[in-house]
C-alpha cells in the first residue's frame, strides 16, 4: 500500500490511549499520604520530647532525681552528687544553681533545718528572678 492510503486509515475503533502518569487525582493522593506521614512524625517527635524519660545512673557519681517543666524551655532539675542535692534551673545556653541540700543535714532535726533552708532557698529564688 502506499504511504498516503495508511495516513488516512482511520484508529481502530476499540483503542484507548493509555492514561497520563501524571495526574491532578494522583498528585493530590501523593501530597495527602506525605502530609500524614510528615503528620505522624510531627506528633511522635512532640510526644517523646514532652514525656522524655530520663534515665538514672546509678552507677555514676551523679544522679538526675527529678526534674519539671516550667516553661516551654526551661526545667529545673533535682541532682545528687555524692552526698549533696542540687536543685538546678536549666535554660538553653545555662544552668544555675537554686539550692543545695547536705545529706549529712538531713539528720539533724528537721524543724529548725527547714525553716532556715526555706528562708535561703527563697532569697536565693528572688534573686535569680
Not at 475503533?13 to 499520604?33: C, F, H, R
Not at 510526644?47 to 522524655?52: D, E, F, G, I, P
Amino acid at each position: 500500500m502506499p504511504f498516503y492510503v495508511q495516513a488516512e486509515t482511520p484508529p481502530q475503533p476499540g483503542y484507548l490511549p493509555p492514561p497520563s502518569i501524571v495526574s491532578t487525582e494522583g498528585m493530590l493522593k501523593m501530597i495527602a499520604g506525605l502530609l500524614l506521614v510528615l503528620t505522624i512524625i510531627g506528633a511522635i517527635a512532640w510526644v517523646l520530647k514532652r514525656y522524655a524519660y530520663h534515665a538514672t545512673n546509678t552507677a555514676g557519681t551523679i544522679k538526675i532525681i527529678a526534674s519539671a517543666g516550667v516553661g516551654q524551655r526551661e526545667r529545673i532539675v533535682l541532682v545528687e552528687v555524692e552526698n549533696t542535692r542540687l536543685v538546678l534551673g536549666v535554660a538553653p545556653g545555662r544552668v544555675n544553681t537554686l539550692h543545695c541540700i547536705d545529706n549529712a543535714s538531713n539528720e539533724s532535726p528537721k524543724n529548725a533545718q527547714s525553716e532556715s533552708t526555706h528562708s535561703k532557698f527563697q532569697k536565693q529564688l528572688n534573686q535569680s528572678i
